[in-house]
């Protein structure tokens, strides 16, 4: 059985994607695509079914990130007996997934930029600002990308 990952925003259409799609590629990259599984959803359900943003996609294409197969979903109860680590991008994300939590939920929940070194611990939401915050979510995303697939590598051996 793979560890499953689950990348967690708002809409699922502009950070989590991102992470989703980076952090599936790094692992494809490794050569651990049969032990990894990720995927990302939103805590709203407003963006259902859509592709990511264009600014996220096309921030992310710059970087040579494909975004373009992901479609945005909601997340939903069974998350929480299906995926092994739940990853926040901000607090208003973690909290929301604090009340969806089944009481049965034995894996890690918490916030994605843990894992990195930037010393921030929220990504910061880029949907009503500019393209710098699209850049921002990028740099941020790569960084804690690294740090959790080294410490996926070592729970792995
Ligand atoms: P995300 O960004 O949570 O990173 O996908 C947002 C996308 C949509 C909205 C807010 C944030 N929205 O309000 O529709």
């Not at 990348?7 to 050569?31: D, K, Q, W, Y």
């Not at 604090?98 to 918490?110: K, M, R, S, T, V």
Request: aromatic share 8%; net charge negative.
């Amino acid at each position: 059985m793979p560890v499953k990952i689950l990348f967690v925003c708002l809409g699922n259409i502009c950070r989590s994607p991102t992470a989703h799609g980076i952090f599936e590629s790094m692992v494809a990259e490794s050569g651990l695509q049969d032990m990894i599984f990720v995927d990302s959803a939103g805590t709203g359900d407003w963006h259902i079914g859509k592709s990511p943003d264009p600014r996220a996609s096309g921030a992310a294409l710059s970087r040579n990130h494909d975004l373009s197969h992901l479609r945005a979903r909601q997340v939903r109860p069974e998350d929480f007996q299906e995926f092994d680590y739940i990853l926040a991008m901000d607090n208003q994300n973690l909290w929301d997934l604090q009340a969806l939590a089944l009481p049965e939920f034995n894996g890690h929940l918490g916030l994605f930029l843990d894992f990195g070194t930037s010393g921030l611990q929220e990504v910061p939401d880029p949907y009503s600002g500019g393209e710098e915050g699209f850049e921002l979510v990028l740099d941020l995303v790569e960084n804690a990308s690294r740090g959790l697939l080294d410490h996926l590598r070592d729970q792995l051996n």
